[in-house]
């Protein structure tokens, strides 16, 4: 598979595919650094806080960005097998190269999302500028898990279009017949276009998006629960309870559905809407704008401790103090790792990490995939996720598989990370064997208090979610990018 490297929106459409790459550019010492003033501090470098940095510099905002680990990503940062090994199951954990490969082959993501290679979730790379300092590559697969009448598990690939449609056992014929009529209905839907509004063969009824509700809208269609769950938590992925739905507007589901439809036209050979770049995005990511700050009159440091916030005579965020030393400044924003005080734990993630000789089984012997397990196909009131990838992706080394498998904690938190992981992503285990190594862990997800407005001048971001996907990053981003620039980010 290709490469990337596409300096604009524009090239990005229509340019050849070329390997792009990373050079880290020297940051100055921090006493240097401190005598300029920013418009913004980002307190960070994992995925929300350097795709923020990245946005705000290429906007005009000159940017600080201040990690107080030696390693770029923080505590996000992308490991090898023996770290992450030595972080789950303690520094005693010694692995064998024999049997996992060459260790320091594994670059591992803490918290591993792919994205839509379309809509907003392009534009944050590429707008943001770091697009064109990373290496991506298409995800070969996305698939969709359920549970056949007799029990046993079956994998689908998510459906994208007509061709799609008529080749899957997914469906039944009657069921077909009515998916290629949506199908058909989305791609021709244009919101500035009411004559499009117009749906049914014979009975014609306007659809009003704006004032039908998600659930409204795949009523209409007559969709059977499985074609539902294909719809929601395939192509819209949806991840909420599917009674949430009646709360969802149509015109928000339909626009997930052209999204990812959308993103199989925008590189030539997609065969599934997601990217990933090349070792993750825990430690290229910050790498790649590193650069896009030296190029717009900000800089990145690292190694960097953080002894507080600064706030002015009426409580506004002004500044930040690092060692006796202050550096003033428009805004902070703020990872929940430096403001523990402001922010509370929403809920737990549980992370099982796999390695595989094989491509896990079931999934149509990918080389990378994205799969989503819905909550209802597996007993549980939480989706589970699955991403995996191998050299491909320079994740793992040749003839090896790293997978990743989360979803919430919804039991109680009282055993071994493993044992939490094999009971809440019990519906995974099958697809995983046999395996050569499994490692798991627990996290905390924390989110600003809901209670507490944070003091003006002063953003903060919630820690990364279960999703292997890039929805609730986007929305957060999102958020924090418009409460300090005034105005929502604009597609190019």
Same mark, same amino acid.
């Given at each position: 598979m290709a490469s990337w490297r596409v300096p604009t929106l524009a090239a990005l459409l229509c340019a050849p595919a070329v390997v792009g790459g990373s050079t880290i550019p020297s940051a100055p010492s921090w006493q240097a650094a401190a005598e300029s003033r920013y418009d913004v501090v980002v307190l960070g470098t994992g995925l929300k806080e350097s795709l923020l940095s990245?946005?705000?510099?290429?906007?005009?905002?000159?940017?600080?960005?201040?990690?107080?680990?030696?390693?770029?990503?923080?505590?996000?940062?992308?490991?090898?097998?023996?770290? &992450?090994?030595? +972080?789950? @199951?303690?520094?005693?954990?010694?692995?064998?190269?024999? +049997?996992?490969?060459?260790?320091?082959?594994?670059?591992?993501?803490?918290?591993?999302?792919?994205?839509?290679?379309s809509g907003t979730q392009l534009q944050l790379f590429v707008q943001g500028g770091a697009w064109s300092h990373m290496d991506m590559k298409r995800v070969q697969r996305s698939l969709l898990y359920r549970k056949k009448p007799d029990g046993t598990a079956d994998v689908h690939r998510v459906l994208a279009n007509a061709e799609d449609v008529l080749k899957t056992r997914f469906l039944k014929p009657m069921e077909k017949a009515k998916?290629?009529?949506?199908?058909?209905?989305?791609?021709?839907?244009?919101?500035?276009?009411?004559?499009?509004?117009?749906?049914?063969?014979?009975?014609? +009824?306007?659809?009003?998006?704006?004032?039908?509700?998600?659930?409204?809208? &795949?009523?209409?269609?007559?969709? @059977?629960?499985?074609?539902?769950?294909?719809?929601?938590?395939g192509l819209a992925l949806y991840s909420g309870p599917t009674a949430e739905l009646k709360k969802m507007s149509a015109l928000?589901?339909?626009?997930?559905?052209?999204?990812?439809?959308?993103?199989?036209?925008?590189?030539?050979?997609?065969?599934?809407?997601?990217?990933?770049?090349?070792?993750?995005?825990?430690?290229?990511?910050?790498?790649?704008?590193?650069?896009?700050?030296?190029? !717009?009159?900000?800089?990145?440091?690292?190694?960097?401790?953080?002894? +507080?916030?600064v706030f002015d005579d009426s409580g506004a965020a002004c500044g930040v103090e690092s060692e006796g030393v202050e550096v003033k400044c428009g805004c902070v924003v703020a990872a929940?790792?430096?403001?523990?005080d402001r922010v509370t734990e929403s809920h737990k993630v549980v992370r099982l990490y796999a390695v595989l000789a094989h491509a896990p089984n079931l999934c149509k012997e990918a080389t990378s995939?994205?799969?989503?397990?819905?909550?209802?196909?597996?007993?549980?009131? !939480?989706?589970?996720?699955?991403?995996?990838?191998?050299?491909t992706l320079g994740v793992a080394p040749k003839g090896k598989w790293l997978v990743v498998a989360s979803t919430r904690l919804e039991g109680e938190c009282d055993g071994e990370a493993l044992a939490l992981a094999k009971r809440e992503l019990a519906a995974?285990?099958?697809?995983?064997?046999p395996a050569k190594k499994l490692l798991a862990e627990v996290v905390p997800c924390y989110a600003p208090k809901e209670d507490e407005q944070p003091p003006e001048g002063l953003h903060l971001c919630a820690s990364c979610d279960e999703t292997t996907h890039f929805? @609730?990053?986007?929305?957060?981003?999102?958020?924090?990018?418009?409460?300090?620039?005034?105005?929502?980010l604009k597609e190019a």
């Open positions: 990245g946005l705000l510099a290429s906007h005009g905002k000159r940017v600080l960005q201040l990690e107080r680990s030696a390693q770029r990503g923080g505590d996000a940062a992308s490991v090898d097998l023996q770290r &992450l090994a030595e +972080r789950t @199951s303690g520094p005693e954990e010694q692995l064998s190269p024999a +049997r996992l490969g060459k260790l320091s082959a594994y670059s591992i993501d803490a918290a591993p999302k792919a994205f839509v290679a998916m290629l009529q949506l199908f058909v209905w989305v791609e021709k839907y244009d919101e500035s276009n009411p004559a499009t509004f117009v749906a049914g063969l014979t009975q014609k +009824r306007t659809l009003k998006l704006k004032r039908m509700s998600a659930a409204g809208f &795949l009523k209409y269609w007559d969709l @059977s629960d499985e074609a539902k769950q294909m719809v929601c938590r928000t589901l339909v626009r997930r559905i052209k999204r990812y439809k959308d993103a199989y036209k925008t590189f030539s050979h997609m065969t599934s809407p997601y990217v990933y770049p090349v070792g993750g995005f825990g430690t290229a990511l910050p790498k790649a704008v590193a650069e896009v700050l030296e190029e !717009n009159d900000g800089y990145q440091l690292l190694d960097r401790p953080i002894d +507080r916030i929940p790792e430096y403001v523990p995939c994205h799969l989503v397990i819905p909550a209802q196909e597996c007993g549980r009131s !939480n989706d589970i996720f699955l991403f995996a990838g191998g050299p995974v285990l099958p697809l995983l064997k929805d @609730s990053v986007e929305e957060d981003v999102l958020r924090v990018y418009e409460a300090i620039t005034g105005e929502p």
